[in-house]
């Protein structure tokens, strides 16, 4: 079978299995199946998009991927294009995503000579469901557990003339993660928490409401909804005695935003119970949990005295965290991600990056309306920043039903600066950035490398300032660009919106620690005996 008639096939075989998005960055060895695919958008069987960079390219996908929970080949040439993947393919094996990297190869035969442009790709990415059988796509994508990696060998010639245009097929709709909670019972514990994870849905939520416990829920987890879930959950569990009596965690999803959840997860005295199907999501070594049936329901309800007892000191922990951020320098940080989570209409999507955005959402965001279906995304699967722009856009491409919105840092934002480049012809979302600019790396204030005996060498090795300029950036792209302050930012973010802007806010980085330990001993006071 010639090159040409192989991808053809390819693309029919991928449309069976219900992909619908696709995307390619240009090179030579994967020309034939780049064609094929541009027939199959020319056709109206799925939509193409086109990036330059490789890197850029994958994590598009991946966002593409995590909207539509369906699957999304990204196609490169052979060589050094292929490894640039990488970075998009662990976060879609941590994370379970669907995400399908296809790469062009060389013969076999040119293996291990000094052909051009030609390496071993043979299972190139470790614990990543591989093939290299084009008509058994089919069965890759319905064996791998997360992403997959096709290797597709190309012999010339490798392009040939000749209309051809594949039919379109039904779309089917997909809905989140649902597991339904059925099954046996799981015996409960009189003070129990249940900790939501990235990416576990409602099912944490519904867990929680049965049993009559607290939630404690990060941002990405599909669970920050209802009257369960607490703000300011991290601050409790260091600061609060109410902490100390918990003797249950039933964990959901993939929970590593904050040290203190795993610090409760690894307490001895306490049962750690994981519904799930396995524990490779569950942040620590084996040992510290048992896994039981997903579908598990509580074997009884808690006392009511229970929640009212968090519910009592969630409040009296947010009022605090809103008045120390009111009145602080560094508050600002606190306002913008104040903004940004009330900014997120019904429907709405928000993609946050997985450094001190992500966090400061978690100790200000208040649990959104069930059923309103907001999404809010972040690649937590290894928690790396990079490729989060594009991440975003691929996201709010795939889901257009209402507002779209990234809220990352200026680090997280330059890292990924080339998801800007985007072709004139191709795909644009409406989507609005958040950039928080502090000029560096503000997390690392509030760890142990921030503390004052690291002073000598914090700001050089940690905070890495870079005065990048941020408008410069964007208008090198074409990208609409406006500076503005932390209490300008609600109305803007109101504004309708055609296309990729940036919104830059200017925050304070020098204390940022200071904010932390403020916050910490005015918590440890309202929520305290």
């Known amino acids: 079978m010639s090159a040409t008639a192989a991808c053809r096939a390819l693309v029919e075989n991928l449309l069976d299995a219900g992909v619908r998005e696709a995307v390619i960055a240009p090179g030579s060895r994967s020309g034939p ?8 958008d020319r056709s109206g069987a799925l939509r193409l998009h086109v990036r330059v960079d490789e890197r850029t390219a994958g994590f598009l996908a991946l966002g593409l991927a995590k909207a539509s929970r369906s699957w999304v080949p990204v196609v ?4 050094t294009a292929s490894a640039n993947l990488h970075p998009a393919l662990l976060e879609a094996r941590h994370a ?5 990297a296809v790469t062009a190869d060389r013969p076999a035969r040119l293996r291990g000579t000094g052909a ?21 796509v089919a069965a890759l994508l319905t064996t791998a557990d997360g992403p997959a990696h096709l290797n597709l060998e ?19 709709p997909r809905g989140g993660p649902s597991v339904p909670l059925d099954g046996p019972e799981l015996e409960m514990r009189p003070h129990a928490v249940v900790v939501a994870g990235d990416d576990c849905g409602p099912r944490a939520r519904v867990f929680a409401e049965q049993a009559g416990l607290p939630l404690l829920a990060e941002p990405s987890s599909g669970a920050r909804t209802g009257d369960h879930a607490l703000i300011t959950y991290r601050l409790l569990l260091e600061h609060a005695p109410i902490a100390d009596q918990i003797d249950q965690v039933v964990v959901f999803g993939h929970s590593t935003l904050s040290r203190q959840v795993t610090s409760l997860l690894a307490r001895t005295d306490v049962d750690v119970v994981v519904p799930a199907r396995d524990l490779r999501r569950f942040p620590l070594p084996p040992g510290h949990a048992r896994l039981v049936d997903p579908h598990v329901v509580p074997s009884t309800v808690a006392a009511p005295t229970w929640l009212d007892a968090w519910r009592t000191a ?5 009022a605090a965290v809103d008045v120390e951020s009111a009145r602080h320098p560094a508050g600002a940080a606190l306002e913008v991600a104040r903004a940004v989570h009330d900014a997120v209409p019904p429907e709405g999507l928000l993609v946050v990056g997985s450094s001190n955005p992500i966090r400061d959402l978690d100790v200000v965001a208040r649990p959104y309306t069930v059923g309103e279906r907001r999404l809010v995304l972040s690649n937590r699967g290894l928690s790396g920043i990079d490729g989060t722009l594009s991440t975003a856009i691929g996201a709010a491409l795939a889901r257009t039903s209402s507002r779209a919105i990234a809220y990352v840092g200026d680090l997280t934002f330059l890292h990924d600066a080339n998801a800007l480049m985007i072709g004139p012809g191709e795909p644009r979302p409406d ?12 997390i690392f204030a509030t760890l142990e490398q921030g503390g004052p005996e690291f002073a000598d060498v914090f700001e050089r090795v940690y905070a890495t300032p870079t005065r990048a300029d941020i408008g410069g950036v964007c208008a090198a792209f074409g990208v609409p660009h406006r500076l503005l302050s932390a209490t300008d930012l609600p109305a803007a973010l109101d504004e309708v919106v055609t296309g ?3 919104l830059e806010v200017p925050i304070p980085r020098d204390s940022r620690r200071d904010l932390a330990a403020v916050i910490s001993a005015a918590v440890r006071v309202a929520a305290g005996p």
């Open 154 to 172: 190309l012999d010339e010639p490798l392009v040939e003339a000749g209309a051809w245009a594949p039919s379109a097929r039904p779309t089917e």
């Open 431 to 442: 989507l609005t950035i958040v950039v928080a600019s502090d000029d560096g790396g503000s």
């Open 500 to 502: 990729i802007r940036v």
């Open 96 to 100: 379970r995503v669907r995400l399908l």
């Open 33 to 40: 199946l780049a064609i094929a695919l541009a027939d199959a």
């Open 314 to 318: 969630d409040a009296m922990a947010s």
């Open 76 to 79: 490169t040439t052979s060589g």
């Open 116 to 136: 051009n442009q030609t390496t071993d790709q043979v299972e190139l990415f470790s614990g990543i469901s591989f093939g290299d059988d084009p008509p058994g």
